[in-house]
């Protein structure tokens, strides 16, 4: 199973921390590498980063070429930098599923990862939308 996973720098709630951990232990599928797949920012990448690590995921590393808001996580894999959009979209096309943790519970224009769920709904992978909780 290989899970992509976006979602806003200014982290996750905690509602969304849990429903992620719900998801990756519901989806992990026995005796396979299991792939978590990630854009190396600041926030909730970070966030997912080490809840999927602890699941016991294979973490690939997706690294944007602009390092203003690159967290520089340690993967098992990492990706060439890239630019943002680009980036994004190769989290999408190597996954199964799409996880996202919005910042906005309601789709928003000029957010990457409102960007990131469109893209991948019109790829055709199901995404889970974590939303914020109270």
């Known amino acids: 199973m290989k899970i992509g996973f976006t979602g806003t720098r200014q982290g996750m709630s905690k509602h969304q921390k849990e429903a992620l951990k719900v998801i990756l232990i519901k989806n992990r599928m026995p005796h396979i590498v299991n792939e ?3 854009g ?7 966030e997912a980063h080490e809840i999927a690590f602890d699941i016991g995921f294979w973490i690939v590393v997706h690294p944007p070429d602009n390092v203003a808001a690159r967290a ?9 930098p890239r ?6 979209h190769d989290i999408v096309d190597d996954c ?6 919005p910042r906005h519970n309601k789709e928003v224009l ?8 469109r893209y991948a709904r019109k790829e ?3 995404v889970f939308l974590l939303e914020r909780g109270i």
């Open 96 to 101: 199964d599923i799409l996880v996202a943790a």
């Open 110 to 117: 000029r957010s990457g990862t409102w960007a990131t769920v």
């Open 83 to 88: 630019p943002y959009l680009v980036r994004d």
């Open 36 to 38: 978590f797949h990630h």
């Open 72 to 80: 520089f996580q340690i993967g098992h894999c990492e990706k060439k």
């Open 40 to 46: 190396d920012c600041v926030g909730s990448d970070v």
């Open 124 to 126: 055709g992978k199901p």
